[in-house]
Every structure is written in structure tokens, then in C-alpha cells.
């Protein structure tokens, strides 16, 4: 596993497969990383083991050749992610991404009712996806029907929240770290977090710390992956990828 404290990178092979991992920075697509990560291994064949939005960070497990095979293994782990919802503001894409459409007082919230929310959000849950989301509906992503306007009644899921921890509290933000399952979108807590306050609120930071045993500490850079793949060209032109 390629991780930043990986020095050998003569020795590996993306044809044959390895897995990285890799610190997503804000702004950045999952599928630009995998872009970037594919043009500098030189093998078509490159995959993620699960989505961040552009507005987060943090980590991304990325497998190349065979290893892709083990795309479904890694999704399927326990995610931890920490973040901070804004209080008193809603928004279609339930984060900044799109542009507030609406705004509520948020004065007067207690302490002891954010943690009575937090507590209802606890164990296996049912939760809609949000509609600018990869969701598929009659073959198409749900994000790019939001785009042009659209609304579709989506079924409610079950997720499982195994941990969840208010960090801090400083209206209208809320810091929290939060452990759950595959599929589930930390935007649609955030919003469902303010409804159930009364005021409303949208995800306003989120950075994954973990996927499963992997920490967020152990992943690289993706200019620094880049670099150091084209420094072991100059010292190999011969090494094949």
C-alpha cells in the first residue's frame, strides 16, 4: 500500500495493481484525483473506493490495475469524518456548493437540544438521499436533474451511525465527528440535523479521517505522488508502469 511514507517507488507496479493512499484536497473532484493519478502511472485502468464531494478533504483510497478488484471491499468499510454544520441556513445541495435559498433564526438553541438531536441520529437510520447526489434514477445521476431544476421523490435508506460526537458548539456553527456506513451522506445529516432544530442548517466543512483501519495521517499528497512518480522516471527511464 502506497502510503506518503513510501520511498520505494521504483519497485511498484500499477499495472499489476496497488492501492493508495491519498489525501484529497478541498476543490478537487474524486474524479480529477483519478484523473491526475491515471496520466502519472501511465494504466488506464484506475479506480476510487468512495466518493468525496469537491468542497471536502481528506482520504481517498485509490486502486490501480488488478487491485480495482478490491474497490468493492473498501467501500464497504466504517467511514470517519469530521466536519461543522452551519445553523440558520439551508441550501439545495445541503453544503456551499450551490447558493442559500434560505435563512432562519437559530438563537436560543440549548446545548442539551443539540445533543438530544445528535442522540436521534444514532444507530441504524433511514435517510433520503440528497438530490445533488451520484444517485442513479432511470439512468441518470440525480445531481444533473437538480442542475436543470428538477425534483424526484427519492426512497429513504437505511445507514448505520455507529459514532457520533459533538466536538463543539459556537453558533451557528457545529463541530462534530461522525462514524457510519456505506452510503451514507454526511450532507443530508447536516440538513436533517437543522430541521430537527427548527433553524435548518447545511454541512459547511468535511474532511474523512478514516476508511475502515486506514487513517487520513498515512495518506500522500497528490502533487507529491505526482512528483515522486516522475522522479523515478528520470532516475529509470527504462521503468515501465
Known sequence: ??????????????????????????????????????????????????????????????????????????????????????????????DLETEIIKERPFGGITESEILSVRNMFLGKILQIPPMYSAVKYKGKSLYKLARKGKSIIREPREINISGFEIKNIYLPYIEFEITCSKGTYIRAIANDFGEKLGCGGLLSSLRRKYIGKYSVEKAINVDEFVKRIKKSKEISPEYSM
Open 1 to 94: 500500500m502506497i502510503t506518503k511514507e513510501t520511498t520505494d517507488f521504483l519497485n511498484l507496479d500499477f499495472q499489476s495493481g496497488e492501492v493508495i493512499l491519498v489525501d484529497k484536497p478541498i476543490g478537487w473532484t474524486s474524479f480529477k484525483v483519478i484523473h491526475v493519478i491515471r496520466k502519472a502511472v501511465g494504466v488506464k485502468k484506475v479506480g476510487h473506493a468512495g466518493t468525496l464531494d469537491p468542497l471536502a478533504s481528506g482520504l481517498l483510497i485509490v486502486c490501480t490495475g488488478k487491485m480495482t478488484k478490491d474497490i468493492d471491499r473498501y467501500q464497504a468499510f466504517e467511514k470517519t469524518y469530521t466536519g461543522t454544520i452551519l445553523l440558520g441556513k439551508s441550501s439545495p445541495s445541503m
